[in-house]
């Protein structure tokens, strides 16, 4: 048995991925475009793993998994400076 997908499974993939990035393109935020942190912060905060999260936006999963570290460090903190 092969550990690797059905070509038509991949095809589709690569597809939901390109509509993903281009919803996530539509986004704007102040008239400004979502920057990569934004980006990964939403598909994060839809249940994608980070190495969907790094297939769809073209990333090395170590850059995902890095802004996700960093993203919820920012919010960790914010949730203290609340909480005084």
Known sequence: ???ELPEWYQRLERRLDTILVMLLDLIEI?????????????????GLRPT???RALGKKPKYVSKELSLIRKSKKGKKE????
Do not use: V, W
């Open 81 to 84: 400076e609340e909480g005084e």
């Open 52 to 54: 969907d999260i790094a």
């Open 30 to 46: 102040n008239r400004k475009p979502l920057s990569e942190r934004e980006k990964i912060s939403i598909l994060d905060s839809g």
């Open 1 to 3: 048995m092969s550990d």
